[in-house]
């Protein structure tokens, strides 16, 4: 929250960082569902005097907002998605206390997923994934809202269909791939090669459209299954078909598909953010003065995750002027 004092800006925030909630939900038919959320707290509120004169009066204690996510968790009597425990949180905040003009809510959601035995759901049993869903809620004392949802450390990887090609080119056959046409200079001694390894791991934002509290969808799980929505949208456009696949002429083509994907697919969210590292595998190529050990023929790499490229890019809609 910014101020002015003699001239010059202040801004101030406090919040709870990294409050750990773990919730079970129990049916009658015996089935359970498990939550474990990280959640993260910023209030913007109206407390100057206990920067300039020391007074703790309009201060939100921050082992208050800790015992207020326990407390809120336990009055989620149905399954909810963290979004909606995130709105509900700072509704909570931003109602209840005067000074307390906006409320910023940040959950990182442990990726337990539910078990199967004999190719039947376990009815409590979970173990833990891989990617994380992340969520960002900003509510306002007037009632404004914005929502983003994310995903962190989604893994994916392809052997074939992929180079880098500026001039467009596009190879006859699956195998016949081309790292060439990129910019030469003194410096560059990457060699041209027919195959390579795509790999990535994606982290995303996407912004959903609603900008009000009243204008929220009804549904108690939207977001939860907006959220698996995006997440198959993501990866079914990096791979493409099962036995065809896609071509990649680079990761920037594949990460502007993918997000424009995302926006084609799902008119409730105005805008999308990929990063998406270029994960490298290095040919191996072994040999002494007497013979070749290894002679590398598109099947034997050395996995690295450092250095690796960095490539990220955003699509929003345009609003349209009235």
């Not at 081309?178 to 027919?194: G, H, N, S, W």
């Amino acid at each position: 929250m910014a101020h002015e004092i003699d001239g010059i800006k202040f801004e101030q925030r406090h919040g709870k960082a990294r409050v750990r909630v773990g919730r079970v939900w129990k049916s009658e038919n015996g089935r359970h569902s498990f939550a474990e959320w990280n959640v993260s707290i910023s209030l913007l509120s109206d407390c100057l005097p206990a920067y300039f004169q020391g007074d703790n009066s309009n201060i939100v204690a921050t082992d208050t907002m800790k015992n207020t996510v326990y407390a809120k968790a336990k009055e989620c009597s149905e399954q909810l998605s963290m979004e909606d425990f995130a709105i509900g949180l700072g509704k909570h905040f931003t109602s209840f206390y005067k000074q307390v003009a906006t409320a910023i809510i940040k959950i990182v959601e442990k990726p337990w997923e539910r078990i199967y035995i004999d190719g039947q759901p376990h009815k409590h049993g979970f173990k833990l994934g891989s990617e994380k869903h992340t969520a960002e809620v900003i509510v306002k004392k007037s009632g404004d809202l914005m929502v983003t949802s994310g995903i962190e450390g989604l893994a994916l990887l392809k052997t074939t269909k992929n180079c880098i090609s500026s001039c467009g080119f596009m190879p006859s056959t699956a195998n016949s791939l081309v790292l060439k046409d990129f910019i030469r200079d003194e410096y560059t001694v990457l060699p041209e090669t027919r195959e390579r390894m795509l790999a990535t791991e994606v982290t995303g934002f996407w912004r959903y459209s609603y900008e009000s509290l009243s204008g929220l969808p009804a549904k108690p799980l939207y977001f939860s299954d907006r959220y698996l929505d995006v997440k198959k949208v993501l990866v079914d456009t990096f791979f493409g078909p099962p036995k065809e696949g896609v071509y990649s002429p680079s990761v920037q083509r594949t990460l502007y598909e993918m997000a424009e994907a995302v926006l084609g697919r799902f008119p409730d969210i105005s805008s999308i953010q990929l990063k998406m590292p270029n994960i490298h595998f290095l040919p191996v190529n072994l040999s002494n003065k007497d013979n070749v050990i290894v002679k590398f023929d598109d099947d034997v790499f050395l996995p690295t995750d450092e250095p690796h490229g960095t490539i990220e890019a955003s699509l929003s809609r345009m609003r349209s002027k009235i």
